[in-house]
């Protein structure tokens, strides 16, 4: 002991701090070599997935061309989205059912091709050249750019990845078949469903400046100014903007840059308190200097450049499947477990069990975004996950894509909640696993509640300030929650959406989508994707990193402040399992004063399947119909009409189905003073059509040359006269000949037809007719009349009655002064 202590003493402490230091030293030589190792694989690798990806371009787009009229389905357009029940009516197929759009009896009748026609699952994919893709400005727009390894590409063109797999045979098509979308909104993203090009432009219907257009113009003034340093400081401030001013902090952005550094260090180590702190010095330094800047000594928020962390940015395994969010191939040897496995998830299980759950994904955002500036007192988030029997690797790499990609101190906790799930893996597995995240809580329910009174239990319990709801099997991209809640602070009621791209069910690889889009709806209720037009754009200058108003949102990844959520009323816990709680939260965030935006500078990828790949416990087609019903009975007034006369008739008839008391709904809407589903219309979606009725004006019967007039409780022909109200008539979405409360209703006996009290709920009150001159089309054929019965005037004008069709009897011809919709 006394020798060491004499070692120590003099020149023996000299040696032993030399031999120390050099320890220290060689450690520290042999991790910077790995590094610089890894660096460089990453660098090839991603070097080569680009060229890969540009020759697969190159080869996606001859492919296409030589495939004439072959569309991805994210990249389907096809009118018979907007146009339901439309152009289906044949001899051989049944009436009611044609209308009643989706379905899968509906399915099996005209087999798959039509239904992929109602149906698409995806927000429209890009296929833009290449020149049209945003183009990075510098190097310091990431982390990425900022480290030397080249900006990958974001034009990630992914047909070409499904192609290939197609080619290669590797799913087979059945497992790739899409339901209906009927029933509805089978993945609440319809991809095709694109702008109508017959439609109105937003700006046409309703003059040159509208509140709605008001409010854009507005928004995107705010985020202009977020942006700080590119746009002018004299522009006006949004009113929401005036309390919370943003300053120019250029120290600030160098204090950001290096602070993504360290926090991709922090929580690569797998640290995340350390990348807590990490941030924490920045921030006070950022918030030290405005304060210090401010002569006027009113203390402005700091505001920072969006962090770009992304703890996979060098991944561990640059080699390994699906990494950097490539399309991975299987081998034809394993087609079979690919087959076998599908169904766990309805898509790739087999592939996706093989990609790392901490995968890498290219960094798609607008190229400007990296540049925004943002607050440094965001409110905190609660994630919520919400799941049922989810595949365990891609519920992993949703949690892990949250935990990396996100700042630790605007994290507040991620919810796992379990929907009752049934595999056992997610019991004590999960809990085991997630055990190593402090942040990760599991809540279990002790029954299936479906999807939304899941969620409503995971905000239950939620403490951050906002609730972020996200998919269990998604990929939250660079920088996707800075900018969700930099909308929520600068207005509560604001509820910002992800830009949702496309994880490929088939090659899992993550798909950039058109720029643009914003969720909407089209008759039925039928959710789908639709790009602003062009003439919006230009009105409103809007960028391609600009907030876009959206109608709907598509439901599963939003933000939300929790007390707005709750002041809302939440979701309505009376829908069952999913489907229709999208339309429901849009409807009421609108028409009770919030906005619904899409915010391109925050993407999150989805795995967008064909087939919901749990149980329903009950029929899945009337689940989703009542859950529809119940949003188009508190919300749509006059217009619910539009939705029953969809294809959804049958759900007027109360003994069919139970859509269940809506007594508190109503009186939400009513608590909440909430505007008219008109004024919605109006406002958010003014390039929707929706007539109230689908035919008026006068009666006008080819064969006679007359017109019905209703006169005094008695139903007679008359030389046609506009002038006359008498002879005035609606033809209802509920396909009542209607004047007033009073309906011409089919007889089977007698004078052929009654004047009733018109009932929506009474089917034998309604009549098919149709505008087209196609066979009956111009006929009233009695619907719940047997033997397809037609209203025909008498040669003389004195009589009319129900006798069998004839295409071609001008007796039995009717036409409306206005058609409306077919
Ligand atoms: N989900 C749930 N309970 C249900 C149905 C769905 O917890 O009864 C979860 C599901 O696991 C997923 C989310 O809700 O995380 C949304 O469902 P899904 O992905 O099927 O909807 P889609 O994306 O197809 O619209
Ligand atoms: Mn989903």
Same mark, same amino acid.
Do not use: M
């Given at each position: 002991m006394m020798k060491v202590r004499r070692y120590l003493r003099g020149s023996g402490r000299v040696l032993a701090f030399v031999f120390v230091a050099s320890v220290i030293w060689l450690l520290f030589d042999m991790a910077a070599l790995r590094i610089s190792i890894n660096d460089v694989n990453g660098q090839l690798l991603k070097e080569r997935v680009i060229r890969e990806r540009e020759t697969l371009k190159q080869q996606s787009r001859v492919t296409q061309l030589m495939k004439r009229g072959f569309k991805h389905p994210v990249q389907r357009v096809d009118p018979a989205v907007t146009q339901a029940g439309k152009g289906l009516l044949s001899s051989g197929i049944k009436l009611a059912q044609v209308y009643r759009q989706g379905g899968e009896k509906q399915d099996q009748m005209l087999g798959d091709k039509k239904f992929n026609s109602f149906q698409g699952d995806h927000p429209p994919k890009t296929d833009k050249p290449k020149s049209v893709l945003p183009e990075r400005k #510098?190097?310091?727009?990431?982390l990425t750019a900022k480290q030397g390894v080249p900006a990958q590409k974001k034009a990630v063109n992914l047909d070409l990845n499904g192609t290939k797999l197609e080619k290669s045979g590797v799913i087979d098509s059945s497992n790739v078949v899409i339901l209906p979308a009927a029933a509805s909104n089978i993945t609440r993203a319809p991809p095709g469903v694109q702008e109508d090009k017959h439609a109105p432009l937003l700006t046409s219907k309703r003059g040159p400046i509208q509140a709605g257009d008001v409010v854009q113009k507005a928004d995107s003034k705010t985020n202009e100014k977020v942006k700080g340093?590119?746009?002018?400081?004299?522009k006006a401030m949004h009113p929401v903007k005036t309390s919370k001013p943003l300053s120019k902090d250029v120290k600030g952005k160098e204090v950001s840059n290096k602070t993504e550094e360290k926090l991709v260090r922090a929580i690569a180590t797998g640290d995340p308190n350390a990348a807590k702190e990490t941030l924490k010095p920045a921030m006070k330094l950022r918030a030290g200097d405005d304060s210090k800047d401010n002569s006027t000594a009113v203390r402005k928020p700091g505001v920072h450049k969006v962090v770009s962390l992304d703890a996979t940015h060098v991944p561990r395994d640059a080699n390994a499947v699906g990494q950097f969010g490539q399309a991975a191939l299987v081998s034809s040897k394993e087609e079979p477990e690919v087959r076998k496995r599908w169904d766990e998830g309805h898509f790739n299980v087999y592939l996706s069990d093989q990609i790392p759950v901490d995968r890498a994904i290219p960094d798609t955002r607008p190229d400007m975004c990296a540049q925004n500036l943002v607050h440094d007192d965001l409110p905190s988030t609660s994630v919520i996950f919400c799941f049922v029997d989810e595949v365990w690797s891609t519920l992993l790499r949703s949690v892990h894509s949250v935990l990396n990609r996100s700042p630790p101190h605007l994290l507040k906790e991620i919810i796992l909640v379990d929907d009752f799930s049934t595999k056992d893996n997610l019991k004590e597995p999960l809990d085991k696993y997630m055990s190593q995240f402090p942040k990760v809580r599991i809540i279990r329910l002790k029954e299936r509640q479906g999807l939304i009174r899941a969620r409503l239990a995971g905000a239950a319990v939620a403490k951050g300030e906002v609730l972020t709801f996200l998919d269990s099997h998604i990929e939250c991209n660079v920088g996707w929650l800075e900018p969700l809640l930099e909308r929520i602070y600068l207005d509560r009621k604001k509820v910002p959406c992800p830009v949702i791209e496309v994880i490929s069910d088939k090659d899992m690889s993550y798909m950039l989508v058109d720029n643009f889009q914003r969720g909407i709806f089209k008759w039925p209720l039928v959710f789908g994707w639709s790009a602003l037009p062009d003439e919006y754009i230009k009105k409103h200058n809007m960028t391609i990193s600009d907030p876009i108003r959206c109608p709907v949102m598509a439901g599963g990844l939003f933000s939300i402040d929790k007390k707005y959520f709750y002041e809302l009323g939440a979701y309505d816990p009376g829908l069952e399992v999913w489907g229709g709680e999208n339309m429901e939260i849009s409807f009421k965030i609108w028409m009770c004063g919030g906005e619904i935006e899409i915010i391109p500078c925050s993407r999150v990828g989805h795995i967008f399947r064909g087939q919901n790949p749990y149980k329903f416990p009950k029929d899945r087609q009337k689940t989703v119909e009542r859950n529809l019903a119940r949003v188009a009975e508190v919300w749509l007034d006059e217009y619910k009409d539009l939705f029953y006369g969809h294809g959804y008739h049958h759900l007027l008839d109360k003994k069919v189905i139970d859509i269940g008391n809506l007594t508190e709904q109503i009186e939400l809407r009513e608590r909440l003073k909430c505007k008219s589903f008109k004024w919605y219309l109006e406002t958010v979606y003014p390039d929707m059509d929706a007539p109230l009725v689908k035919a008026e004006g006068l009666i006008f019967n080819r064969g006679l040359r007359k017109c019905l007039n209703l006169h005094k409780g008695s139903l007679f022909f008359e030389i046609c006269d506009l002038s006359k109200q008498s002879q005035h008539f609606n033809y209802t979405w509920i396909r009542h000949v209607r004047q007033q409360d009073v309906c011409v209703a089919p007889q089977g006996k007698g004078n052929g037809f009654a004047l009733l009290l018109c #009932?929506?709920?009474?089917?034998?009150l309604r009549w098919f007719h149709k505008s087209s001159n196609s066979a009956l089309g111009e006929h009233l054929i009695a619907e719940f009349v047997s033997h397809h019965m037609c209203l025909e005037a008498g040669p003389q004008g004195d009589t009319l009655r129900l006798n069998p069709c004839e295409p071609s009897n001008a007796f039995q011809k009717w036409q409306f002064t206005h058609y409306h919709a077919q």
């Open positions: #510098d190097g310091l727009q990431s340093e590119t746009k002018s400081a004299t #009932d929506n709920t009474k089917a034998e």
